[in-house]
């Protein structure tokens, strides 16, 4: 199976684009901060048309996909000393595939139940969202 091609035109799901914030590009996903300061929240987008899950992408891009996820999750842990990590790809509200890689804490306003939907999001100061995503990404690049 051939790995799809990095689309240059990708377009983010304008759902996306709205509760997120650009973080950084990697080899298959664009990363994007949730845009909500309770909770440290990558969203990894993958930048190929038309895939709705993982099950759609070719085997290799798959397996870049989970290197990408791995990435992720060990910066976002290492950064944030989570007790918790959320893995997670839903797509019932946007279908385009994302994964999203959530830290999460038993002091978080949400614990033990899952983010979504509990309170409304709580966007980042744009200083503080500067800092988050100058961390993360410098973390990320290694």
Not at 44 to 56: A, F, M, Q, S
Not at 64 to 86: A, M
Not at 95 to 121: M, T, Y
Request: hydrophobic share 45%; with cysteine; net charge negative.
């Amino acid at each position: 199976m051939k790995a799809h091609r990095i689309d240059s035109d990708f377009a983010l799901d304008p759902r996306l684009a709205a509760d997120t914030l650009p973080l950084l590009e990697l080899g298959l996903s664009s990363l994007r901060l949730m845009n909500d300061a309770r909770y440290p929240w990558i969203v990894l987008v993958p930048r190929v048309d038309g895939v709705v899950e993982i099950l759609d992408l070719p085997i290799p891009d798959q397996l870049r996909l989970w290197d990408e996820i791995r990435l992720t999750s060990h910066v976002l842990r290492e950064e944030t000393g989570c007790e918790k990590l959320n893995i997670a790809s839903l797509g019932n509200q946007v279908p385009q595939l994302h994964v999203h890689v959530i830290a999460r804490f038993a002091s978080d306003e949400a614990w033990p139940a899952p983010v979504w939907g509990v309170h409304p999001p709580r966007p980042y100061a744009p200083e503080q969202a500067q800092e988050r995503i100058h961390r993360l990404a410098t973390a990320i690049r290694g």
